[in-house]
Each structure stands twice: as C-alpha cells, then as structure tokens.
C-alpha cells in the first residue's frame, strides 16, 4: 500500500535484532522464557510479559526463538502501515503457538509448570535425586516468578541447586558432573561437544576469555561449590551475585553467533548467573579445558584478557 499524502513513509527496511535469551551457561529453558519476555518488552517497550521460549509473539514486530540455540530472533514488521494499526496491535496481543498452552501461559494458569517438568527418574536420574528433587519436589510458580523479578539465589545467599530443574537437558552433565558427582574435567568437555554442536561455541569461546577464566587458577578440578561461592563473591561481591534476577539481563545488540560477544556486559552477568545456579567453578574449568586451549578461539578473544585486565 502506498502511504496516503501527509503520512510519514515506513522504513523499507526490517530492522532485524539478536538477544542472548538463556540462563547462563545453564540454557535453562523455563528461565530463558522469561528473559525472552524480558527481551520483547525491552525492543518494543511492552507491558506483559509475551514471549515464552519457543512462542512466537506479534505484536508490530515477532519474536520467535531460533530453533535449539537458545537464541531470541526480534523482527520488527515495516508493513504495519498506520500509528492506528500499531496501537491495536498492542492493544491486543495475538499469541500464536503449535502447542495449546505455551510454558510461561501454562504457569501464570495452573500455578505450575508441567512442562518441561515432563519426565520420570529412568530418563532423568540425576535430577529426579538430591541435591534437585526435581520431580518429588517440582518447582513452581511461585519459584519461577521469584528467579525472574527476586533473585535466583536463595534466601540466605547461597547458590539454588533447585534452579536446574528447569533445564532437564543438562540431567547427564552439569547436573551429574558438575553438581552432584563432581568431574569438572568431564563436564567439560560433555558440555563444549553439546555447545559447539548446538552452534554457540564462539559465544561461549569469547564469554571465557571476556570473564578471565582462561587464566583463573584460583578455580581447580577439586573446587567445592562452597569454595566457588567465595570465589563468586571476591570477583562479583556477594550482593551482586545473589541479588541477581532475569529480568536484569542486559540488552546487548554487538554479539553474533559468528562472532562471540564484544564486550563484558552480557559475558558478566552470565558469569554472575553461574555462580547464582552453582556451576561457576565448572564454567572456569570447562573454559581451561577447551576454548582457552584451542589456536581458533585464542586467536579470535585472547586480546580480551589484556585489554580487560586479566593479565
């Protein structure tokens, strides 16, 4: 449609936009749904809540999430054609989903979420037993809602185990290896095969260098989760580790998939995130096992440790 005389033409060209939409190195799918609604609000100034990890939203723009990666793609629509049209259409917002009932719809209804709590103690071992109790004692809306707008820590400053029930798919790593039967080294490199084959090793490679964990020895194989939380709190301040929530996620248009992240600002709040959910002193590790090791990412992010500090 040609736009009538007096109106103001709009832009030919989609303005296209990238969020990192996950809970850290964790990708916790429940907590990356609630930083996606974060995410939507934020590019189209939103009131509610809209997106849940794979639930596509329009408003005068979508957002989808880019299918695995844990990726938020924002798409903002030239074709709405009048200011009328846009206020309508955030007026009233039309969800669109291939399921009935997306995950974040399912919890603010039912009051707990049955998705992706969906499982038994055969597939998922680890979480089903201590130190999760994922499906004994499932986490609820309540829980959910106080990660996103409260903290991800507990009450008394300590990391929240029971934050890993929301990411099911991590039961045979980070769960297993860095939690409940410490093997950092092993987590490692179980962790960098999920990730680079997921497509997200140079947003991973460049997080390690970014943060200093390529040459953090304080952090060994043998740390205790009560000794990273010290460590967490001399790097980051107690405080500013355990106040931390989702909706605190920085906005960050400078990183790519192909080209990791430019700066600290995304890279330390998952850093400060790791600590809140317990597997900071395994993401130093799986660091110094795999990206700061390799001639490819040393030559794309090495210059980060200087220029940050690091050494």
């Given at each position: 449609?040609?736009?009538?005389?007096?109106?103001?033409?709009?832009?030919?060209?989609?303005?296209?936009?990238?969020?990192?939409?996950?809970?850290?190195?964790?990708?916790?799918?429940?907590?990356?749904?609630?930083?996606?609604?974060?995410?939507?609000?934020?590019?189209?100034?939103?009131?509610?809540?809209?997106?849940?990890?794979?639930?596509?939203?329009?408003?005068?723009?979508?957002?989808?999430?880019?299918?695995?990666?844990?990726?938020?793609?924002?798409?903002?629509?030239?074709?709405?054609?009048?200011?009328?049209?846009?206020?309508?259409?955030?007026?009233?917002?039309?969800?669109?989903?291939?399921?009935?009932?997306?995950?974040?719809?399912?919890?603010?209804?039912t009051g707990h979420i049955e998705e992706p709590?969906?499982?038994?103690?055969?597939?998922?071992?680890?979480?089903?037993?201590?130190?999760?109790?994922?499906?004994?004692?499932?986490?609820?809306?309540?829980?959910?809602?106080?990660?996103?707008?409260?903290?991800?820590?507990?009450?008394d400053g300590h990391a929240n185990l029971k934050?890993?029930?929301?990411?099911?798919?991590?039961?045979?790593?980070?769960?297993?290896?860095?939690?409940?039967?410490?093997?950092?080294?092993?987590?490692?490199?179980?962790?960098?095969?999920?990730?680079?084959?997921?497509?997200?090793?140079?947003?991973?490679?460049?997080?390690?260098?970014?943060?200093?964990?390529?040459?953090?020895?304080?952090?060994?194989?043998?740390?205790?989760?009560?000794?990273?939380?010290?460590?967490?709190?001399?790097?980051?301040?107690?405080?500013?580790?355990?106040?931390?929530?989702?909706?605190?996620?920085?906005?960050?248009?400078?990183?790519?998939?192909?080209?990791?992240?430019?700066?600290?600002?995304?890279?330390?709040?998952?850093?400060?995130?790791?600590?809140?959910?317990?597997?900071?002193?395994?993401?130093?590790?799986?660091?110094?096992?795999?990206?700061?090791?390799?001639?490819?990412?040393?030559?794309?992010?090495?210059?980060?440790?200087?220029?940050?500090?690091?050494?």
């Open positions: 449609k040609t736009p009538a005389q007096g109106e103001t033409p709009l832009p030919s060209k989609p303005l296209a936009y990238t969020f990192l939409c996950r809970a850290t190195m964790p990708r916790s799918r429940a907590l990356r749904a609630l930083a996606c609604g974060s995410c939507c609000r934020a590019a189209f100034a939103m009131q509610p809540p809209l997106a849940a990890d794979d639930l596509l939203c329009q408003v005068d723009g979508g957002c989808r999430r880019d299918a695995g990666l844990g990726l938020l793609q924002l798409s903002r629509q030239p074709q709405v054609q009048a200011q009328e049209a846009k206020a309508e259409a955030k007026a009233e917002v039309q969800l669109q989903h291939d399921e009935p009932m997306p995950i974040l719809s399912k919890l603010l209804q709590l969906e499982g038994d103690c055969e597939k998922y071992p680890t979480l089903c037993a201590e130190p999760f109790n994922c499906f004994s004692e499932p986490i609820g809306a309540k829980d959910i809602l106080k990660m996103s707008l409260g903290r991800v820590a507990t009450d934050a890993w029930c929301t990411g099911l798919e991590w039961d045979s790593s980070i769960a297993k290896y860095c939690i409940q039967t410490p093997d950092l080294v092993k987590n490692a490199h179980l962790v960098f095969d999920k990730q680079v084959k997921a497509g997200v090793g140079e947003l991973d490679g460049s997080y390690c260098f970014l943060e200093g964990h390529c040459v953090n020895e304080a952090v060994t194989p043998d740390t205790t989760l009560a000794e990273a939380e010290a460590l967490c709190d001399e790097k980051y301040g107690h405080e500013e580790w355990t106040s931390l929530n989702m909706l605190k996620m920085p906005i960050d248009f400078s990183f790519s998939k192909a080209e990791g992240f430019k700066s600290r600002s995304l890279p330390s709040y998952f850093g400060k995130l790791a600590c809140a959910m317990g597997n900071y002193h395994c993401d130093v590790i799986y660091c110094r096992e795999t990206y700061c090791k390799m001639d490819h990412y040393k030559s794309r992010y090495e210059h980060f440790l200087k220029e940050n500090g690091w050494a």
